[in-house]
């Protein structure tokens, strides 16, 4: 319930800034949207203290309903910008009337949601009002009990039979004075799901008049507040802790009562409440907890669940989950091995077993598919453990993760793309000094430390580049967040049909997009995403949807080769931050593109569009424009990708609210003002440029020097044989915080401001072709923190040298295409951390480039296309392929760039005779 408040609230706070940046009607829709807030707040502070399981739907709906009427509101009103005040004067007098609706409507809006707040929040106190004095009764359910452990039901308590009747043996004893039982078992062993269902159970409820389960809090000093709040009292903010240990004897007193501690993390958190208890005869104190050492030694009685369950018990709860549909739940025969290694596997774990037996009912039942899963536990049941750490991430930490549930299975994400999603989404915002992206980078790294996202692939210097969740993790996600996203797969279109009267919010297609129509429409209306992966989008549907989808956000197409025209509806949605048509074949974007005026990414890699219209600069809060086409197939070719055209006037209606972050790949146009139109853009983190004359060169450089915060610069020649002249920087220096450059062009030597970028990690430099009088290695050899060097026809000597004590912190570097190349030489600890060396196309290099001593941590040493007689050295035992003998990857292909079946030699050492 928290996420969809919180998604609310920062809606709201999204809504009062474009509100006052229209000064029309101020004052009245700020008010409705200081009561949409105030609403929020509320139901937040219930959800944190009562969070009755029966409300939790009426809130979620609740809170979506308040983002639904903002966006309503914001739907209605105009968002343009006006660079002078009189187009702004004439804007406010041709929109006061559907203004001043909007407004009224929002109002109506907000009016009735408090009514059905106030009625929610008032039925609620009178079905729980507390128990009478005297009378038995069972005052609150266990929070968040069925939110983490929701796969463990009832019956799945099956290897905790007798724990469960010893607790029942416990909870029944007419001891003296306060009795303390510990639950003590790793994540997903079952000790929640195990005391939740003897203490929800009538047997329980009528032994005790006061019964309080309390989810411990990180803020130790919000657990006494949150535990009388649990027994219908006031907490005054300012009482101190002395005050409210009191008053809970008061109400105690005299009183049997139990008292159920989840996850409780530290000793304090247990002291902090057992010493505001009354040790009333027949009361008791259950503890669940990870940290045997948290519990207290004078506890009365420990259930210790860390062996999990016998293996008996595993098979029977495996097979009820793997098996649902067979007479008496038996495992075929020819799954038994395979059944008994997964559950083994599992450690006893019920939340392990639950899970993957559940993933293994929808699995083809036969062996091969059984051994995958096998092969992919190690990884999945690290993480199932971890999941049951889902309910302490922030509100808005959830949201994050939950949204990985939108990617098919196995999908890899990449970490700028997905930062983009959540930024878009409105789950990320900038806090104090740091920008909104390296909140998110917090983010993604707090889910990474917790094992719940997995790192598929790292940058050169160790920072995320793919990631992605274990498809047991999707499961969870996909469960857990049926109310937060709808994931439209082949399996679940059945599903999805029958619920009918559930809203969707956040729709994935990963199937045929055409099986829609089998959806009322009507459920969409209220839909803020729509993400479409690599499925066929017949025109007329796709118009039907997005005409529904009337709040839509963010939407995303991706590998959706039919696509050929810009869908014309996508321009209705005004509310839109974040569109994506990659991997289409789009040709053109239309100039109303500028009725998107929130749109902050416009995402067109992969399409066939060459010119964007002159609409784009009045999209006032773009932050990233990637744009790009491939010319040709051969991505080793020098014009594989192409830019666009981007007019001098574009640049500088953009340039005006400079929040433009990312711009590539674009045309240098010829007309000389385009460049220094360029260096209005000062806060550009990325900036890639095509087609650059020789005599550009100056322009460029004095551009450039104006961007301090630039990160990434790739600068591409109009062909192989132009130079890039870049040598021009005046007295300023260049951009320090540089990290990656790319340099496609001949040059004469290394542009001496270079050696300057003590940030620079990564440098591609291509088609260089400077000979030996150029020094081509002496500008980068001492570059402190150059950690990856790929270089492409970049040398035309015949003798290529690496000094004694240079390229320190070089990890990987690539060698291609050197015509006349003949002998690669390494100084004395030169290269020391090099891990990965690739050689292409060297047609005239036929010796190993080091001998024994050098590189001695290099990992792979990847060949493509290289003659037959350095070939060679790998293939007979020689001296010289002994030096080689430390280096785990040795491959080979007649192909440069990839390994296709012909052509492909494993030459590593293993495979040595």
């Not at 706070?13 to 200081?34: G, M, P, W, Y």
């Not at 469960?164 to 029944?172: A, P």
Request: charged share 25%.
């Amino acid at each position: 319930m928290a996420d969809a408040i919180s998604a609310a609230l920062l809606l709201v706070e999204t809504a009062i800034i474009c509100t006052d940046q229209l000064h029309s009607r101020t004052s009245s829709v700020r008010k409705d949207l200081e009561r949409a807030r105030n609403c929020l707040a509320r139901l937040q502070q219930w959800d944190n203290h009562t969070n009755p399981q029966a409300r939790e739907k009426q809130v979620q709906d609740l809170a979506c309903n308040i983002e639904d009427a903002i966006n309503e509101y914001l739907l209605q009103v105009s968002q343009h910008s006006h660079t002078n005040r009189f187009s702004k004067l004439a804007h406010n007098v041709d929109h006061f009337i559907p203004d001043w609706i909007a407004s009224s409507k929002l109002s109506s809006s907000i009016d009735e949601l408090e009514r059905d707040l106030n009625l929610v929040t008032l039925l609620d106190s009178v079905h729980s009002n507390g128990p009478q004095e005297g009378r038995p009764s069972s005052s609150t359910g266990p929070q968040g009990a069925t939110l983490t452990h929701r796969f463990l039901e009832d019956h799945e308590i099956v290897g905790y039979d007798e724990e469960k009747t010893r607790l029942f043996q416990h909870l029944g004893e007419r001891n003296p004075e306060l009795l303390t039982i510990v639950i003590v078992g790793p994540g997903g062993s079952g000790k929640t799901t195990l005391v939740k269902n003897v203490y929800q159970s009538e047997r329980v409820s009528s032994l005790f008049h006061f019964q309080a389960w309390i989810d411990v809090p990180l803020d130790l000093d919000q657990l006494l507040p949150k535990l009388l709040r649990r027994f219908k009292q006031e907490v005054d903010p300012h009482e101190d802790i002395s005050d409210l240990q009191e008053k809970l004897r008061r109400i105690l007193e005299n009183k049997k009562f139990l008292v159920v501690l989840d996850n409780v993390w530290s000793h304090e958190a247990f002291e902090s409440i057992v010493n505001a208890l009354p040790k009333t005869e027949g009361s008791k104190l259950i503890v669940i907890t990870r940290n045997i050492d948290v519990a207290p030694v004078s506890s009365n009685y420990i259930h210790d669940l860390c062996a999990g369950l016998s293996s008996k018990k595993a098979n029977q709860l495996f097979c009820k989950k793997a098996f649902p549909d067979v007479v008496r739940n038996i495992c075929p025969t020819h799954l038994e091995d395979w059944a008994e290694q997964i559950v083994t596997r599992c450690e006893g774990m019920p939340w392990a077993i639950s899970q993957i037996g559940t993933l293994l009912a929808r699995t083809p039942r036969v062996a091969v598919e059984w051994k995958k899963m096998h092969d992919t536990l190690g990884s999945d049941l690290s993480i199932a453990s971890s999941i049951s750490h889902y309910r302490d991430l922030p509100s808005n930490h959830k949201e994050c993760f939950l949204y990985f549930g939108m990617f098919p299975e196995d999908e890899t994400i990449s970490r700028e793309r997905l930062i983009r999603l959540w930024i878009a989404e409105g789950f990320v915002r900038p806090d104090g000094v740091k920008t909104v992206e390296a909140v998110a980078q917090t983010i993604l790294t707090n889910l990474i430390d917790r094992n719940l996202v997995v790192v598929s692939a790292r940058e050169i210097d160790g920072r995320v580049k793919n990631c992605r969740v274990s498809n047991l993790v999707r499961e969870f996600i996909i469960s857990k967040a049926k109310h937060f996203i709808t994931v439209l797969e082949a399996k679940s279109v059945g599903n999805i049909v029958r619920d009918s009267g559930e809203k969707i919010r956040r729709l994935s297609v990963q199937c045929d997009i055409n099986l829609l129509r089998n959806i009322d429409l009507s459920r969409m209306t209220h839909t803020r995403t729509l993400l479409v992966f690599r499925q066929t989008a017949n025109r007329s549907e796709l118009h039907m949807v997005l005409k529904a989808c009337k709040l839509l956000r963010v939407f995303g197409l991706q590998g959706v080769p039919e696509l050929v025209n810009f869908p014309e509806s996508v321009i209705s949605l005004t509310l839109l931050r974040y569109l994506s048509v990659r991997q289409t074949n789009i040709e053109s974007v239309p100039r109303s593109i500028e009725k998107l005026g929130l749109l902050e990414t416009l995402e067109l890699k992969d399409t066939l569009v060459t010119n964007l219209p002159k609409g784009i600069g009045k999209l006032h809060h773009l932050r990233h424009l990637l744009v790009y086409c491939n010319a040709v197939n051969n991505n080793m070719m020098f014009g594989a990708a192409q830019g666009v055209e981007f007019s001098t006037s574009k640049i500088s209606a953009l340039s005006i609210s400079n929040s433009l972050q990312k711009l590539s790949l674009i045309k240098v146009n010829t007309n000389k003002k385009f460049l220094k139109a360029l260096g209005e853009l000062k806060d550009l983190r990325r900036l890639g440029l095509v087609d650059l004359h020789r005599e550009d060169g100056r322009e460029l450089c004095c551009t450039i020097q104006k961007m301090d915060d630039l990160s990434t610069l790739d600068v591409r020649a109009t062909s192989e044989d132009e130079y890039l002249d870049l040598d021009h920087m005046q007295s300023g220096s260049p951009p320090l915080l540089l990290q990656h450059l790319y340099l496609k062009g001949r040059l004469k030597r290394v542009p001496e401001w270079i050696p300057k970028l003590t940030s620079l990690k990564k440098i591609g430099l291509k088609w260089s072709k400077m000979d030996a009088d150029a020094e081509p290695l002496t500008a980068l050899q001492d570059l402190p923190n150059l950690m990856e060097l790929d270089l492409v026809d970049y040398y035309t000597g015949q003798v290529l040298g690496f000094g004694d004590e240079t390229f320190k912190k070089l990890v990987a570097l690539s060698i291609d295409k050197f015509d006349k190349l003949n002998l690669i030489s390494i100084g004395e600890k030169a290269m020391p951390m090099l891990k990965k060396l690739t050689i292409s196309r060297c047609p005239d290099l036929k010796l190993l480039p080091f001998s024994s001593g050098d590189l001695e941590l290099l990992e792979e040493l990847l060949l493509f296309d290289m003659p037959n007689e350095f070939i060679a050295e790998f293939e007979t035992d020689s001296e010289r392929r002994e030096d080689l003998k430390h280096v785990g990857v040795i491959h080979y292909s007649r192909h440069p760039g990839s390994y296709q079946s012909d052509g492909f030699k494993d030459l590593s050492p293993s495979k040595w005779r």
